[in-house]
């Protein structure tokens, strides 16, 4: 749901519900499943801080920004000796990454359903996960990458990382 919002006009609870109803109409998102969306999360985020950084239209967004990365194995895999000359190909998927007037933004959702502690025992368990993408982000883009931040969706959470 979160990738086929139309971010250019503002997130309310009814824009979140008829996007959701037509992924359901066209067959991307089977009707059993869409009952599981917690639209109220997706709402909780669009008023949250990141929220305001995504919704400004001073900012280009990209949502699902797909890219391909190619880095020295020691970067990628702590037990790679640094002086090893091998390059690892990194694929992945950037919920959202956002450009704005001073660098990018990436940010990513995650469905666990954690809480209290949890959340940044969690968060953690993604870092090396969040730094990738940064790397890859930075170095397509060509800009510095200023934020990275997870959101948990279940208990409506930002964390930076």
């Known amino acids: 749901?979160?990738?086929?919002?139309?971010?250019?006009?503002?997130?309310?609870?009814?824009?979140?519900?008829?996007?959701?109803?037509?992924?359901?109409?066209?067959g991307a998102i089977p009707e059993d499943v869409s009952q599981g969306i917690d639209i109220r999360a997706i709402l909780a985020f669009f008023e949250s801080h990141l929220g305001e950084i995504v919704c400004d239209r001073r900012n280009a967004v990209w949502q699902e920004w797909p890219?391909?990365?190619?880095?020295?194995?020691?970067?990628?895999?702590?037990?790679?000796?640094?002086?090893?000359?091998?390059?690892?190909?990194?694929?992945?998927?950037?919920?959202?990454?956002?450009?704005?007037p001073?660098?990018?933004?990436?940010?990513?959702?995650?469905?666990?359903?954690?809480?209290?502690?949890?959340v940044v025992r969690r968060a953690e368990a993604y870092r090396g996960q969040l730094d990738l993408?940064?790397?890859?982000?930075s170095a397509i883009r060509g800009e510095k990458v200023l934020e990275k931040w997870l959101y948990f969706l279940a208990p409506r959470q930002a964390v930076q990382v």
Not at 4 to 25: C, F, N
Not at 133 to 137: D, E, L, P, V
């Open 133 to 137: 993408y940064a790397k890859a982000a």
């Open 67 to 100: 890219f391909t990365f190619g880095l020295p194995a020691c970067q990628a895999a702590p037990d790679v000796p640094p002086q090893a000359d091998e390059i690892v190909v990194v694929q992945g998927l950037i919920d959202l990454l956002v450009r704005t």
């Open 102 to 118: 001073e660098g990018l933004v990436v940010i990513d959702f995650k469905t666990d359903h954690v809480s209290g502690r949890q």
């Open 1 to 26: 749901v979160f990738s086929s919002l139309d971010l250019k006009q503002p997130v309310t609870l009814a824009v979140i519900e008829k996007t959701r109803d037509r992924l359901v109409g066209e």
